[in-house]
């Protein structure tokens, strides 16, 4: 078995396919032994994985040796034959090419993984999608165990960050949501090649506690609320929420007095529960 995360290993697997880098793509491939077993165990309680651009296989290579089956989603279509070679030995691993966007998820989980239990997600991901990859899997709503993911240093706090915190953003609301984030570990530029300009961080999201969407009468109601109050964040929520619902201020004021929030708050001083008030009692207007 090759040793994928040896940077001489990938610098003769690129040279060899004559492979260049696709910066679009956010091709930045792992090359420090530590980190893809790390994100595999990360992924625990689960049978099946599905991976988001497996690149050359690292990472895909350490789920399979740990997981009952795993699918992996590559776009890049010169790497469809690399994947096939250096992942030949595991029969539990199956790579299908295509845009993780524009895969149907929950027809993927049904045709692929029937036999097994609980499922994760679990990718390196490329950093131009970040958050629509994030979006994408949640809105699904099928029943996914966890996800794993490398990405952003940056983002990763943000999507992180507990409501009511400065570092808050409408996608930590959004994740918050389906489940909650941690950040796991941090991972330096220089174990990627070619090395990204920023260093990155390993989240996973469990999934399992659903007891914040209970707090809310309508999903989009709520969705529409924090985006409104991030889409300006530095106003306060009687201009960025009356601005953004297109409701007056008269009776955006009435039902934040409802609400006990004071109007001069902003989107990042309110929590979620503050939110979930919020979106309740405008859904009820
Ligand atoms: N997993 C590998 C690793 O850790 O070394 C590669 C990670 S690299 C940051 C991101 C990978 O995602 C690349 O292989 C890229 O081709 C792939 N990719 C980019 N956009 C994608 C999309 N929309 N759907 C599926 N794969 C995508």
Not at 226 to 237: D, F
Not at 257 to 265: E, G, R, T
């Amino acid at each position: 078995m090759k040793n994928l995360s040896n940077i001489n290993t990938v610098k003769s697997i690129v040279k060899n396919n004559n492979f260049k880098f696709s910066k679009g793509l956010g091709q930045n491939f792992i090359v420090a032994p530590e980190v893809c077993p790390k994100m595999a165990e990360a992924c625990n309680l689960s049978e099946g994985i599905i991976e988001i651009g497996p690149g050359i296989g690292t990472l895909t290579l350490e789920l399979a040796k740990r997981f009952k089956k795993v699918v992996a989603i590559e776009i890049d279509k010169r790497l469809i034959p690399i994947l096939n070679e250096n992942l030949s030995e595991f029969k539990n691993a199956e790579v299908i090419q295509g845009d993780i966007l524009k895969i149907n998820i929950k027809d993927l989980i049904a045709s692929n993984f029937s036999e097994c239990k609980k499922i994760s997600i679990c990718a390196n991901l490329p950093y131009y999608i970040t958050s629509e990859v994030i979006m994408h899997i949640l809105e699904s709503e099928v029943d996914i165990n966890s996800i794993v993911l490398m990405i952003q240093k940056e983002a990763a706090e943000r999507i992180c960050a507990l409501p009511g915190t400065r570092k808050s953003g409408a996608i930590s609301l959004a994740v918050r949501y389906f489940g909650i984030p941690e950040i796991l570990f941090d991972v330096k530029r220089e174990c990627f090649v070619p090395a990204p300009k920023v260093d990155s961080s390993v989240i996973k999201i469990d999934l399992n506690d659903k007891s914040s969407r209970h707090k809310i009468k309508n999903k989009r109601s709520f969705f529409k609320v924090v985006r409104a109050a991030y889409s300006q964040r530095r106003k306060n929520l009687l201009n960025s929420l009356s601005r953004g619902l297109g409701i007056s201020k008269e009776e955006i004021l009435d039902v934040l007095m409802k609400a006990n929030i004071n109007s001069c708050s902003r989107a990042e001083n309110l929590t979620f529960d503050d939110f979930a008030k919020l979106s309740n009692l405008l859904f009820e207007f």
